[in-house]
């Protein structure tokens, strides 16, 4: 089970879905944040941007028969601490729910270094007893107050981490032709990918460069337009993750905004290997313009995901397959 974040739920819901996927697991449902899910490693999902941690399930019990259904799990062994989380407005004796959940342990409670952290979930009529697995170190996050290199247009590490696990890569190239600050790289880099990435202006290649040098992570970045990729790249891609400019305090170098996009859209579909997926933030008021342009190009529309930035801007996180 994973604890998604309240942040952007749709976004880490589909994250999650996307990285389970790609290691051939299965999600069987998703409730109150809680994803229920069933896969052989968990091991990738230490990547995920917008979770908090991973469980494993060892009772599921109606709020009305849990102490009796509690009495027949099978037994803890070895020093536990148990953390009970209210999920709805009741609260029941939250000591009761410990006391019952030790009783079928060893016994032996250890909240400094607990061999097995036990969380009980109670959810409206529901309680989950689980056995964490490890959380996710969110300790990236603060990696934006350390760049060297910053501007206002810097994404979120959060959504950066997100966008790249909605590609489902667990190696192979990923490209961001947008790479401005070389936020999303920073995170695809992190996460163990081969990264290329290139932008319009000079100034931001240079930056990008030193932002990833400051973490001590590698790509390959040139000085490029994103109209025409395949005269810069010659290879293929398994995905392209990317942040285009929006217009706002943003220089276009004289190109429209739609024009941009659709133009942009050809190019990375040049370079994109086949069955290879693109996952793009576009401007809501310029959603629906390029949907139409990216299925005239042969692209699948598979997820979208809307966030409102501020009160003049939504954007949508878009994901195309070839």
């Known amino acids: 089970m994973i604890v998604l974040s309240g942040y952007l739920p749709e976004m880490a819901k589909a994250e999650a879905e996307s990285m389970i996927k790609a290691m051939k697991g299965s999600v ?37 028969n849990f102490f009796d259904a509690v009495q027949k799990m099978k037994k803890i062994k070895g ?7 209210f999920m709805g407005d009741k609260k029941p004796a939250e000591k009761k729910i410990i006391d019952a959940v030790w009783r079928q342990s060893d016994r032996k409670v250890n909240l400094c270094k607990p061999k097995n952290v036990i969380n009980v979930f109670v959810v409206e009529k529901r309680v989950i ?53 070389g936020a999303l790289l920073k995170e695809a880099a992190t996460v163990g990918l081969r990264c290329y990435g290139s932008d319009i202006s000079e100034d931001m290649v240079k930056g990008a460069q030193k932002n990833l040098a400051f973490f001590g992570l590698k790509a390959v970045l040139r000085k490029a337009d994103a109209t025409k990729l395949k005269s810069i790249w010659h290879k293929k891609f398994d995905a392209i993750v990317t942040d285009p400019p929006y217009g706002i305090s943003t220089s276009l170098f004289n190109k429209n905004l739609k024009e941009l996009y659709t133009k942009s859209l ?24 390029v949907i139409i342009n990216a299925r005239k190009l042969g692209f699948a529309v598979d997820t ?9 801007l939504r954007r949508v996180f878009v994901r195309l397959y070839t």
């Open 28 to 64: 069987k449902k998703v409730d109150n944040n809680l994803m229920f899910f069933e896969v052989k490693n968990v091991s990738n999902l230490y990547r995920l941007g917008l979770a908090h941690s991973v469980h494993e399930v060892l009772l599921e019990a109606n709020k009305k």
């Open 79 to 85: 020093p536990i601490a148990v953390r009970v989380k």
């Open 129 to 181: 007893v689980t056995r964490l697995v490890f959380e996710i170190d969110k300790s990236f996050i603060g990696s934006l107050k350390k760049m060297p290199f910053k501007k206002p247009i810097t994404m979120d590490p959060r959504i950066a981490r997100a966008m790249i696990n909605l590609t489902g890569l667990t190696k192979g190239r990923i490209l961001d032709p947008f790479c401005g600050t």
């Open 266 to 289: 050809r190019s990375m579909k040049s370079v994109l290997k086949p069955g290879g997926c693109v996952v793009i933030a576009v401007p809501k008021k310029l959603e629906r313009s």
């Open 304 to 312: 979208r995901i809307e966030q409102r930035v501020h009160k003049s």
